[in-house]
C-alpha cells in the first residue's frame, strides 16, 4: 500500500453536468476526509467518515455535492449540475483514529476538476 | 470559530539563509498544530506538529516550529534553506472535541521560494 489515491487525477467538464471522484484511503484507515483547495486559498474542508457513517458536513457542502463511504473503505464524492465555481482541487485525506485522538491524516495527490 | 492566518502569501530567501514563515491561529478550545508542505507537483504531506508536551517541535529535514500560547503563534523556522525546500507550506489546526482530533482548519498557505 503506497499511500491515498485519488481517479481521476483530472476532470475537465462543461457546466451543468455531473461528476464524480473516486478516493482509495490507506488501508484499514477508519476515517476519511474530503477537501476543497481553490486557487490561493488553504484546503476546506467539505466533509468526513469514520467507516461507512458520514458524520460532520461542512456549510460549503451544497446540496448538489454528495459523499458516500458504503463499505467502509474507498468513497465517492458526486458534483451534480456542475458550476463554473465548482471549479477546484479536491483532496482526500485518510487516517486511523487512535486511543487519545491522535488521528494524523494522509492526503492523496487530489482531483483537479475545471468546469468549462 | 476557528481561523488561520498565515501572514506572508511569498517569501523569497537565498539559499543557506534563514527563514520563519508565520501562523497565528484563533481558537476557544484546546487545539492541534500542524504544518504541512506541498512540493510542486506533488500532495500535501506533514511536516511536523503539536499535540501537547514540548512546544518546541522539530521535523526530519531541519524545520522547527513553536507553539506560542499567549500569542497563539505556530510559526515555522529553519536556520539555513536549501534549494530543495521550496514549496508551499501549509499552517493548519485541528480542535479536540468528542474525544478525537477534527477536522483541519487551513491558513491559505506562503510560497516558499529559495534562490542560488
Known amino acids: 500500500d503506497t499511500g491515498v489515491s485519488q481517479d481521476p487525477r483530472h476532470k475537465i467538464t462543461k457546466r451543468g453536468q455531473n461528476v464524480t471522484f473516486r478516493c482509495d484511503p490507506i488501508?484499514?484507515?477508519?476515517?476519511l476526509y474530503w477537501y476543497r483547495q481553490t486557487l490561493g486559498q488553504g484546503p476546506e474542508f467539505l466533509t468526513y467518515f469514520q467507516n461507512e457513517a458520514q458524520l460532520e458536513k461542512s456549510r460549503l457542502l451544497s446540496d448538489r455535492f454528495s459523499a458516500e463511504r458504503p463499505k467502509g473503505s474507498f468513497s465517492t464524492l458526486e458534483i451534480q449540475r456542475t458550476e463554473q465555481g465548482d471549479s477546484a482541487m479536491y483532496l482526500c485525506?485518510?487516517?486511523?483514529?487512535?486511543?487519545?485522538?491522535?488521528?494524523?491524516?494522509?492526503f492523496g495527490p487530489g482531483t483537479r476538476l475545471t468546469v468549462l | 470559530a476557528q481561523s488561520v492566518t498565515q501572514l506572508d502569501s511569498q517569501v523569497p530567501v537565498f539559499e543557506e539563509a534563514p527563514v520563519e514563515l508565520r501562523c497565528n491561529y484563533s481558537?476557544?478550545?484546546?487545539?492541534?498544530l500542524f504544518w504541512y508542505v506541498q512540493y510542486p507537483n506533488q500532495g500535501l504531506q506533514l511536516l511536523l506538529k503539536y499535540l501537547s508536551g514540548s512546544t518546541l517541535v522539530e521535523s526530519i529535514n531541519g524545520f522547527e516550529a513553536e507553539f506560542n500560547k499567549s500569542q497563539t503563534s505556530f510559526h515555522l523556522r529553519k536556520p539555513s534553506v536549501h534549494i530543495s525546500d521550496t514549496a508551499e507550506y501549509f499552517c493548519a489546526v485541528s480542535e479536540f472535541r468528542g474525544g478525537s482530533q477534527g477536522n483541519l482548519i487551513f491558513g491559505k498557505g506562503t510560497k516558499l521560494s529559495v534562490k542560488p
Open positions: 488501508s484499514e484507515h477508519n476515517r
Open positions: 485525506a485518510s487516517s486511523f483514529l487512535l486511543a487519545g485522538g491522535n488521528n494524523e491524516q494522509f
Open positions: 481558537s476557544s478550545v484546546s487545539v492541534y
